[in-house]
């Protein structure tokens, strides 16, 4: 695993999604949030749909978009 990325607010980049595999998408993050989970945060992220011609928001923590990141190929 690469070294850890501080997400901060405003950030956009690409990731694959479960939902979005096997086509990447750029996420937007809005919020980072304090977890109840050890040395974690709480990502409020958004996507915007290809099918669905709409903003959809979700949420993750910081490990699992870490994860997300890194499956895109550079």
């Not at 850890?4 to 479960?18: A, D, E, R, T, Y």
């Amino acid at each position: 695993m690469n070294k850890k990325i501080q997400f901060k607010k405003g950030m956009s980049f690409h990731v694959m999604l479960p939902f979005s595999a096997p086509n990447k998408s750029k996420v937007h993050i809005m919020y980072v949030l304090p977890s109840i989970y050890k040395d974690q945060k709480l990502i409020i992220y958004r996507v915007f749909g290809k099918h669905k011609r709409w903003w959809h928001e979700f949420m993750c923590t910081d490990v699992q978009m870490q994860f997300y990141k890194e499956l895109v190929k550079p």
